[in-house]
C-alpha cells in the first residue's frame, strides 16, 4: 500500500483548508491503495483528530516552529527574541527546530513515503530532498515583497525561499498569471521556474444542500449590507476584530448595515444589534421585524455563509488569500482590506490595483473605500466578472493530479 505524508503548517486556518480540499480529492485520481499520515500542531492537530477520529495512528503531532502571538497577528519583536530564548512557553527557536526536524526525520524513517505534499513546512522538502523521495509544496508566498518597516526580515525570506526551493515541484494555489492574486507575494527565482504550477485556487467543491432557510437568512433578506469577516488564529482574529469595533464608532457608519462573521464556534456571540440600541437573539429580531443595524454571528453554515455572500453589497476581510479567492473569483464581490501583515498588504494592494477591492491601512480609510466602492460599482462589478472569467476554482482536483503523476513516474 502506498504511503502519503501530508504536513499541514499550523499558523493560521489557509493551510488546513487547502490540505482538506486536496485530500478528499486524491482518491478520485490515485488508483492504488494509499493511506495518509497527517503531521501538524495546535489547532491543526486538534481539528485532525476530530475529523478522523478513527486514523489517530496516522495522525502525529510535530511541533513546527511558528511566530509568537501578539496583540495584532504574530509579534515581530517576539518571535526575533525566540531565536535565542524562550518566549511566552516556547522554547529558544534553534531548539525547536532541532527537535522539529528530529521527529520528522523519525516519521520518515518508520513509514517511508512514497509521496509528501507539504502545505507551509519548509522541513519536511530538506527531509524529502535528502531521501529521494517526490515532494509538492503548495504555497502562495515564496519571497514575499517587504515594506521599510520590515525589512530587516529579508535575509529569511532568502533562507525560507531557499528550502521551499528543495521541493520536487512547487503548486502554487492560485490562477495563472495575469490573474495571480499572490503576484507580489511569490517573486519567484529562474531557478525554481521549472517547478512551478499554477493550479488554481483551492475552494469548496462541494455542493451545498439546500435546506430550509435559517433565521439568520430570512433575517437579512432585502437588506443592503457589509459582510466583516474575522478569520485566522486567535491573534489575528483579535486584531481584525479590534479594528473593526474602530471603524463601526466612525460617523460614517452610523447608518451602514453589517454582518461580523467571528470565525467562532461559540453561539454565545450570536445576537442582533437593532437601530433601537437593543441586543436580541437572531430569531427574536427576524420574530419582531427588528430594523437591525449590526449582526454578530459566531460561526456560519455553509448554507448561510453562501446566502450571506451573494446578497452582500462588499466584504471586508483582512486579505487572507484563501478567503479573497472565494469573494472575489466565486463571488465577484469588492473586498475591503484591513492588513495585518505584508502578505496581506501585498493581496490587497494587487486588488485595488486591478479595481477589485480598497486597501484600508487606516481606520478613515475604511469608510472611504466603502463609500468609493458604492460610488463606482459599476466599475468595480466590471473588473470582478472579468476577473471571476478567469479565476481557477480547481486547485485541490489539479494538485490531485500532480500527486497521482508523482507516484506514477516513481514507480
Given at each position: 500500500?502506498?504511503?502519503?505524508?501530508?504536513?499541514?503548517?499550523?499558523?493560521?486556518?489557509?493551510?488546513?483548508?487547502?490540505?482538506?480540499?486536496?485530500?478528499?480529492?486524491?482518491?478520485?485520481?490515485?488508483?492504488?491503495?494509499?493511506?495518509?499520515?497527517?503531521?501538524?500542531?495546535?489547532?491543526?492537530?486538534?481539528?485532525?483528530?476530530?475529523k478522523f477520529p478513527d486514523q489517530k495512528e496516522r495522525i502525529h503531532e510535530i511541533l513546527m516552529p511558528t511566530p509568537i502571538d501578539g496583540k495584532f497577528?504574530?509579534?515581530?519583536?517576539?518571535?526575533?527574541?525566540?531565536?535565542?530564548?524562550?518566549?511566552?512557553?516556547?522554547?529558544?527557536?534553534?531548539?525547536?527546530?532541532?527537535?522539529?526536524?528530529?521527529?520528522?526525520?523519525?516519521?520518515?524513517?518508520?513509514?517511508?513515503?512514497?509521496?509528501?505534499?507539504?502545505?507551509?513546512?519548509?522541513?519536511?522538502?530538506?527531509?524529502?530532498?535528502?531521501?529521494?523521495?517526490?515532494?509538492?509544496?503548495?504555497?502562495?508566498?515564496?519571497?514575499?515583497?517587504?515594506?521599510?518597516?520590515?525589512?530587516?526580515?529579508?535575509?529569511?525570506?532568502?533562507?525560507?525561499?531557499?528550502?521551499?526551493?528543495?521541493?520536487?515541484?512547487?503548486?502554487?494555489?492560485?490562477?495563472?498569471?495575469?490573474?495571480?492574486?499572490?503576484?507580489?507575494?511569490?517573486?519567484?527565482?529562474?531557478?525554481?521556474?521549472?517547478?512551478?504550477?499554477?493550479?488554481?485556487?483551492?475552494?469548496?467543491?462541494?455542493?451545498?444542500?439546500?435546506?430550509?432557510?435559517?433565521?439568520?437568512?430570512?433575517?437579512?433578506?432585502?437588506?443592503?449590507?457589509?459582510?466583516?469577516?474575522?478569520?485566522?488564529?486567535?491573534?489575528?482574529?483579535?486584531?481584525?476584530?479590534?479594528?473593526?469595533?474602530?471603524?463601526?464608532?466612525?460617523?460614517?457608519?452610523?447608518?451602514?448595515?453589517?454582518?461580523?462573521?467571528?470565525?467562532?464556534?461559540?453561539?454565545?456571540?450570536?445576537?442582533?444589534?437593532?437601530?433601537?440600541?437593543?441586543?436580541?437573539?437572531?430569531?427574536?429580531?427576524?420574530?419582531?421585524k427588528i430594523d437591525w443595524m449590526q449582526i454578530d454571528v459566531g460561526y456560519l453554515s455553509e448554507q448561510e455563509k453562501d446566502v450571506i455572500l451573494d446578497?452582500?453589497?462588499?466584504?471586508?476581510?483582512?486579505?487572507?488569500?484563501?478567503?479573497?479567492?472565494?469573494?472575489?473569483?466565486?463571488?465577484?464581490?469588492?473586498?475591503?482590506?484591513?492588513?495585518?501583515?505584508?502578505?496581506?498588504?501585498?493581496?490587497?494592494?494587487?486588488?485595488?490595483?486591478?479595481?477589485?477591492?480598497?486597501?484600508?491601512?487606516?481606520?478613515?480609510?475604511?469608510?472611504?473605500?466603502?463609500?468609493?466602492?458604492?460610488?463606482?460599482?459599476?466599475?468595480?462589478?466590471?473588473?470582478?466578472?472579468?476577473?471571476?472569467?478567469?479565476?481557477?476554482?480547481?486547485?485541490?482536483?489539479?494538485?490531485?493530479?500532480?500527486?497521482?503523476?508523482?507516484?506514477?513516474?516513481?514507480?
Open positions: 500500500m502506498l504511503k502519503i505524508g501530508e504536513f499541514i503548517y499550523p499558523w493560521g486556518s489557509g493551510h488546513y483548508s487547502r490540505m482538506m480540499r486536496l485530500n478528499e480529492a486524491l482518491g478520485d485520481h490515485i488508483k492504488d491503495k494509499f493511506e495518509v499520515h497527517f503531521s501538524s500542531k495546535d489547532h491543526v492537530y486538534e481539528k485532525l483528530l476530530k497577528g504574530p509579534s515581530v519583536s517576539m518571535s526575533l527574541m525566540n531565536i535565542l530564548l524562550p518566549v511566552s512557553n516556547n522554547p529558544p527557536l534553534i531548539k525547536q527546530i532541532v527537535s522539529y526536524l528530529r521527529e520528522e526525520r523519525k516519521l520518515y524513517d518508520n513509514e517511508k513515503f512514497d509521496l509528501v505534499i507539504n502545505d507551509g513546512d519548509m522541513g519536511s522538502n530538506i527531509l524529502a530532498n535528502n531521501r529521494n523521495v517526490p515532494s509538492l509544496f503548495v504555497t502562495n508566498q515564496f519571497r514575499p515583497k517587504l515594506y521599510n518597516s520590515r525589512s530587516y526580515l529579508y535575509p529569511s525570506l532568502i533562507f525560507v525561499a531557499k528550502q521551499i526551493a528543495k521541493a520536487s515541484k512547487i503548486l502554487v494555489a492560485d490562477s495563472p498569471p495575469p490573474y495571480t492574486m499572490c503576484e507580489y507575494n511569490l517573486n519567484f527565482t529562474e531557478e525554481v521556474k521549472e517547478k512551478i504550477t499554477y493550479v488554481g485556487h483551492f475552494t469548496n467543491s462541494k455542493r451545498i444542500k439546500n435546506e430550509e432557510s435559517s433565521d439568520l437568512e430570512k433575517l437579512v433578506k432585502d437588506n443592503e449590507f457589509g459582510y466583516w469577516m474575522r478569520t485566522g488564529n486567535k491573534s489575528t482574529n483579535d486584531g481584525t476584530g479590534q479594528r473593526y469595533e474602530e471603524v463601526f464608532h466612525q460617523h460614517e457608519m452610523k447608518e451602514e448595515k453589517r454582518i461580523v462573521s467571528h470565525a467562532r464556534n461559540d453561539s454565545n456571540i450570536d445576537s442582533v444589534l437593532g437601530k433601537d440600541g437593543e441586543r436580541y437573539s437572531i430569531s427574536e429580531a427576524f420574530d419582531k446578497l452582500c453589497k462588499y466584504a471586508v476581510v483582512n486579505g487572507s488569500h484563501t478567503v479573497m479567492g472565494e469573494i472575489m473569483g466565486g463571488k465577484s464581490k469588492p473586498i475591503i482590506g484591513i492588513p495585518i501583515y505584508d502578505e496581506h498588504t501585498n493581496n490587497i494592494k494587487w486588488a485595488e490595483e486591478k479595481n477589485l477591492g480598497v486597501l484600508a491601512i487606516k481606520t478613515s480609510q475604511v469608510t472611504y473605500g466603502i463609500s468609493r466602492i458604492k460610488e463606482n460599482y459599476d466599475s468595480f462589478k466590471d473588473n470582478l466578472n472579468e476577473f471571476s472569467r478567469n479565476f481557477v476554482p480547481n486547485g485541490a482536483e489539479n494538485s490531485a493530479k500532480i500527486a497521482a503523476l508523482s507516484i506514477e513516474e516513481k514507480k
